[in-house]
T-cell receptor, first 113, second 111 residues
Framework: DVKVTQSSRYLVKRTGEKVFLECVQD?????MFWYRQDPGLGLRLIYF???????EKGDIPEGYSVSREKKERFSLILESASTNQTSMYLC????????????FGPGTRLTVT | DQQVKQNSPSLSVQEGRISILNCDYT??????FLWYKKYPAEGPTFLIS?????DKNEDGRFTVFLNKSAKHLSLHIVPSQPGDSAVYFC??????????FGTGTSLTVIP
């Protein structure tokens, strides 16, 4: 079974803090993704990576950066957290070929106060 | 701009009846479609998918229908069970990488 783990289930941070969200997958997947989920907006792609040290912006990259130094690990960084970044953050991974389904981690509920 | 839309935020169905969840998309380049199921406090899990070269795919109680001319996708669950109560997201993909998700439909199956 594919396992995608995220470093924290719940996180509370203050405005202006630097926040690191870690994601690890154990299936040697090439592709990894960071989404945020907000009510009424569904899942929106922040960044994705198709290889080590490679990254691509998704639909809402502003205020975020990512790091992929190892194949199994993909980190999301909030350089200076703001209250509008309070959300559920979901990491996902998949292979680079068919089938296309993504495997998701359990999510991190981040609250910025 | 939302390329994948789920216009019904919620749906309630009696146990044993059919649940039909709908999804519309705008980009004719999408070539693969997926449905995900999400319980509270968990990540989404893959449910069923369909390639654009097909119009139907079935897996047990779940069937996905694709109408390319209408740019419409639907998920049928028969018979519906209380454990099916969850949020369902449809997703579409092209270029092999970026997924586009709908906003989700919350299904409640009433015992």
């Amino acid at each position: 079974d594919v396992k995608v783990t995220q470093s924290s289930r719940y996180l509370v941070k203050r405005t202006g803090e630097k926040v690191f969200l870690e994601c690890v997958q154990d299936m040697d997947h090439e592709n990894m993704f960071w989404y945020r989920q907000d009510p009424g907006l569904g899942l929106r792609l922040i960044y994705f990576s198709y290889d080590v040290k490679m990254k691509e912006k998704g639909d809402i990259p502003e205020g975020y950066s990512v790091s992929r130094e190892k194949k199994e690990r993909f980190s999301l960084i909030l350089e200076s957290a703001s209250t509008n970044q309070t959300s559920m953050y979901l990491c996902a991974s998949r292979t680079g070929v068919d089938p296309y389904e993504q495997y998701f981690g359990p999510g991190t509920r981040l609250t910025v106060t | 701009d939302q390329q994948v839309k789920q216009n019904s935020p919620s749906l309630s169905v009696q146990e044993g009846r059919i649940s039909i969840l709908n999804c519309d998309y705008t980009n004719s380049m999408f070539d693969y479609f997926l449905w995900y199921k999400k319980y509270p406090a968990e990540g989404p899990t893959f449910l069923i998918s369909i390639s654009s070269i097909k119009d139907k795919n079935e897996d047990g109680r779940f069937t996905v229908f694709l109408n390319k001319s209408a740019k419409h996708l639907s998920l049928h669950i028969v018979p519906s069970q209380p454990g099916d109560s969850a949020v369902y997201f449809c997703a579409a993909i092209y270029t092999g990488n970026q997924f586009y998700f709908g906003t989700g439909t919350s299904l409640t199956v009433i015992p």
